[in-house]
């Protein structure tokens, strides 16, 4: 941050100024250090979201996370915790904007077949 201070125009909030320097930061040491596969893409209308069951118990939420492939995980931060468009998630990670939709529809089908595989663990155990 304090190598880019001078691009800081103060038109905004100097934490989301910040945050987008850590993030995108984040963003190019993953692509220096490894190599990641986007997988193929589907089209956004087949993207539904499904299962609305109950939770049964609590959950540890980066435990779930920390279960995704890589592509998934990345997607799905930049999404819903950084906030970022699909578009700027695909101009950030150089993939198609679809491909952004699938990667966050996969990753979110994958937790909730991970949340509950392991309710369905905690219910056995349990009885």
């Known amino acids: 941050m304090f190598k880019s201070v001078e691009s800081f125009r103060g038109e905004g909030a100097l934490e989301g100024w910040a945050r987008r320097i850590v993030v995108n930061e984040c963003l190019n040491f993953i692509k220096s250090h490894k190599t990641i596969f986007y997988l193929d893409e589907v089209n956004a209308s087949a993207l539904e979201e499904v299962y609305e069951e109950t939770v049964v118990s609590d959950f540890n939420a980066q435990e779930l996370l920390d279960q995704l492939p890589d592509p998934y995980r990345m997607v799905f931060n930049l999404y819903v915790i950084e906030e970022y468009s699909h578009q700027e998630i ?21 937790m909730r077949k991970i949340y509950f595989k392991q309710q369905k663990k905690i219910k056995n155990e349990l009885v």
């Open 90 to 110: 695909a101009d950030a990670l150089n993939i198609s904007v679809e491909a952004s939709k699938t990667q966050l529809f996969r990753a979110k089908e994958k």
